[in-house]
Nanobody, 126 residues
Framework: QVQLVESGGGLVQAGGSLRLSCAVS????????MGWFRQAPGAEREFVSA????????YYADSFHGRSTISRDNAKNTVFLQMSRLKPEDTAVYYC???????????????????WGQGTQVTVSS
């Protein structure tokens, strides 16, 4: 059974930082590309960041360029998202997701991902 379990969310003041983690089990982690998405109430799920299976390539939504870092530890089956300079508009449930690498697919589309975690709430106060 494939499981993705996010942690590290919480309440933080604007300008603060958080480090999200996603522990993966039930699949060969090093063969999967990983992504982070978020969803605010009433909004669609949106892309935040992605990382290749090896960790050698990383991708970010424009709004997260320069203030977030995605990384992975294939020995520990875990992917991380370090976020800084958080803003109230970053408040959302953050999800990690796994997909089989495919250079022809759009890594920013939620539909391209095969497995999802349950999400972790991030709340940024002003």
């Amino acid at each position: 059974q494939v499981q993705l379990v996010e942690s590290g969310g919480g309440l933080v003041q604007a300008g603060g930082s958080l480090r999200l983690s996603c522990a993966v089990s039930g699949l060969t982690f090093s063969r999967y590309s990983m992504g982070w998405f978020r969803q605010a109430p009433g909004a669609e799920r949106e892309f935040v960041s992605a990382i290749s299976w090896s960790g050698g390539s990383t991708y970010y939504a424009d709004s997260f360029h320069g203030r977030s870092t995605i990384s992975r530890d294939n020995a520990k089956n875990t992917v991380f998202l370090q976020m800084s300079r958080l803003k109230p508009e970053d408040t959302a449930v953050y999800y990690c997701a796994a997909r089989v690498p495919n250079p022809k697919s759009d890594r920013a589309r939620p539909q391209e991902y095969d497995y999802w975690g349950q999400g972790t709430q991030v709340t940024v106060s002003s």
